[in-house]
């Protein structure tokens, strides 16, 4: 039998020299996803590492999940160095998983339950995916359906594994192989998985993390977080995302030998008798549910004074928001301004109340570098408004395969334009003021205007569209699809299930469509999308005080 070919591992390159620099100032440390688990496996064998549903695992039984299944994938003919989709919802298998694709040198690649055949497919493609993992249902909704139509539209996608009643595919569950041939540790400069792009401009672009810069970043998180191994920390947001994941997260919390617990919800029904059984003791939340949650406290007959820290990112928390979520929480909140692309800023635990609730925190490394630019990109004096741009030890140089996005997203000397506009405070906390380019951050859940301009336009009755976001009490921001009727005039529900009906994430679905004659613009000759919409945003701004 020939030795299966192991695919070329992918790399996020840094300059030579500044991969001395984050060596020697021992951000770097040569740790790897794989290694990290195994020692921690023998240091807390018998400690609980993740609760979710009816399982309790132990350290030692979570890597001993990992060995199975990467053994499994390994003997069903997946080589190390193959993309695997992964979509996962809130639940032990996810964290299984994806540690078994780490010792397989499998490379994960990170979808949210709430993604539809389109972005899974943009996903498969990107990564050049060889296999999907999914459960067989989560929040009702059937996925075993979703791979068969993957698999149909990418035969490249060649293996599907499913947690649960596996169908015709292949059952997490049921999957072993010989340990033999399971590879050694990875390189840790390699990327360790594929993370996904909030997406200003059109698709989701694919954000290669390695594993000594991501272990660092939440390594750094947890000192700043407060996590040790007597910590508790729940997943209330979806696990694939950054900021559950790595802020500390509950690769944080596994690093620190702590406790994890996945709710099966972010609501306080679910998450509130979980606090109160497991004692968490610290959770990351997106503003409209960090006020849901201070506001159910009050009515709650759960203990949750187990509850050290309360996160909040993702999307900015107003100061008049931020004291109703401190006085009606009762325990210390932490802004959170993070991004997938690496830089994450949080207010540090012994900062002044007033900078934890007017600001979005500073940067977790001192070789975090943050610049605050104008237009020619020039930099602006503390206390200006600017577009933030950043580079450091956990920030990429370059997205997965996009050479577009590439020369769009970063600047000649390694820069990532966040696309942020923010103000810097003389003690180096951020304000977030709001972002240069165009998308919907709705709830913490971004949405590319394009991106679903592009859909809309695609409808046989749509002449012209221009999705923006407008703000929304409770999400902060909602979309806003202003839509020029070709012929005879669509109704707005049929427009919504047409953009739903592309196979795209409910989120996306245009929370309000206005039809208009004309996008009625006074510049003269043709104007930018961008400048559009700030027009149509102008407009609607607008006609809401005059209505109200
Ligand atoms: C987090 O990551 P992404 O990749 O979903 O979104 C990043 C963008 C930022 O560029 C910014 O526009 C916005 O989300 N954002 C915030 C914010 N936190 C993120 N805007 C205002 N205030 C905040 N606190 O959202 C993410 C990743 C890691 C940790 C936390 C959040």
């Known amino acids: 039998m020939s030795e299966p070919t192991a695919r070329v591992p992918l790399r996020q390159i840094w300059p030579d020299d500044f991969v001395a620099r984050y060596r020697a100032a021992g951000y770097w440390r040569g740790e790897t996803f794989p290694a990290f688990l195994r020692a921690r496996a023998r240091e807390f064998a018998d400690a609980i590492?993740?609760?979710?549903?009816?399982?309790?695992?132990?350290?030692?039984?979570?890597?001993?999940?990992?060995?199975?299944?990467?053994?499994?994938?390994?003997?069903?003919?997946?080589?190390?160095?193959?993309?695997?989709?992964?979509?996962?919802?809130?639940?032990?298998?996810f964290i299984?998983?994806?540690?078994?694709?780490?010792?397989?040198?499998?490379?994960?690649?990170?979808?949210?339950?709430?993604?539809?055949?389109?972005?899974?497919?943009?996903?498969?493609?990107?990564?050049?995916?060889?296999?999907?993992?999914?459960?067989?249902?989560?929040?009702?909704?059937?996925y075993r359906a979703l791979a068969r139509e993957l698999q149909a539209e990418l035969p490249s996608v060649r293996h599907v594994f499913v947690v649960g009643d596996a169908a015709e595919f292949v059952a997490i569950g049921a999957l072993d192989g010989p340990r033999d041939p399971l590879p050694g540790d990875p390189d840790p400069q390699s990327v360790a998985f594929l993370q996904i792009s909030g997406g200003s401009t059109g698709l989701s672009k694919l954000i290669p993390r390695t594993h000594d810069d991501y272990i660092y970043s939440f390594r750094a998180s947890n000192a700043l977080c407060g996590i040790d191994a007597a910590s508790v920390y729940m997943v209330a947001l979806p696990a694939a995302h950054n900021f559950p994941m790595s802020s500390p997260g509950f690769f944080g919390a596994l690093y620190a030998g702590a406790r994890v617990v996945l709710s099966p919800g972010p609501g306080p029904d679910a998450a509130f008798p979980l606090i109160a059984r497991e004692r968490v003791t610290c959770v990351g939340l997106v503003p409209p549910l960090a006020l849901l949650w201070a506001d159910a406290?009050?009515?709650?007959?759960?203990?949750?004074?187990?509850?050290?820290?309360?996160?909040?990112?993702?999307?900015?928390?107003?100061?008049?928001?931020?004291?109703?979520?401190?006085?009606?929480?009762?325990?210390?909140?932490?802004?959170?301004?993070?991004?997938?692309?690496?830089?994450?800023?949080?207010?540090?635990?012994?900062?002044?109340?007033?900078?934890?609730?007017?600001?979005?925190?500073?940067?977790?490394?001192?070789?975090?570098?943050?610049?605050?630019?104008?237009?020619?990109?020039?930099?602006?004096?503390?206390?200006?408004?600017?577009?933030?741009?950043?580079?450091?030890?956990?920030?990429?140089?370059?997205?997965?395969?996009?050479?577009?996005?590439?020369?769009?997203?970063?600047?000649?000397?390694?820069?990532?334009?966040?696309?942020?506009?923010?103000?810097?405070?003389?003690?180096?906390?951020?304000v977030v003021q709001g972002r240069a380019t165009d998308h919907i951050n709705r709830a913490g859940e971004k949405i590319s205007a394009e991106e679903i301009e592009d859909h809309l336009l695609a409808h046989p009755q749509v002449f012209d569209a221009a999705v923006v976001s407008v703000p929304d009490d409770y999400l902060g921001e909602r979309s806003c699809a202003f839509v020029i009727p070709g012929g005879e005039k669509p109704r707005p529900a049929e427009l919504k299930a047409w953009v739903r009906g592309r196979g795209l994430a409910a989120f996306k679905v245009p929370d309000q469509i206005v039809f208009v004659d004309a996008f009625g613009t006074t510049a003269v000759g043709k104007i930018s999308r961008r400048e559009l919409r700030a027009q149509l945003r102008a407009r609607f701004l607008e006609d809401q005080k005059d209505a109200g």
Not at 106 to 115: D, G
Not at 339 to 345: I, K, Q, R, S, T
């Open 49 to 93: 590492a993740v609760v979710g549903g009816d399982t309790r695992w132990t350290y030692a039984q979570l890597w001993e999940q990992a060995e199975r299944i990467a053994a499994g994938l390994l003997a069903q003919g997946l080589v190390p160095g193959d993309r695997v989709v992964v979509q996962l919802g809130n639940i032990p298998e």
């Open 96 to 142: 299984a998983v994806v540690c078994a694709l780490f010792r397989a040198q499998l490379v994960p690649v990170y979808a949210l339950p709430a993604h539809r055949l389109t972005e899974v497919g943009h996903f498969a493609r990107k990564s050049e995916a060889s296999a999907y993992i999914s459960a067989d249902r989560y929040e009702a909704f059937d």
């Open 297 to 430: 406290a009050g009515r709650s007959t759960h203990d949750l004074s187990s509850l050290q820290v309360l996160q909040v990112g993702g999307a900015k928390l107003v100061p008049e928001a931020a004291r109703r979520v401190v006085a009606g929480l009762g325990c210390r909140l932490q802004q959170v301004f993070g991004m997938a692309e690496g830089l994450v800023n949080y207010t540090r635990l012994d900062d002044p109340e007033e900078l934890v609730l007017t600001t979005q925190g500073r940067p977790i490394s001192d070789d975090d570098e943050v610049l605050v630019v104008d237009d020619h990109g020039m930099p602006v004096a503390d206390g200006e408004v600017g577009h933030l741009l950043a580079r450091g030890p956990y920030t990429i140089r370059g997205y997965h395969n996009d050479a577009a996005a590439n020369a769009r997203s970063f600047t000649a000397d390694g820069f990532y334009r966040t696309g942020d506009m923010v103000q810097r405070l003389p003690s180096g906390h951020l």
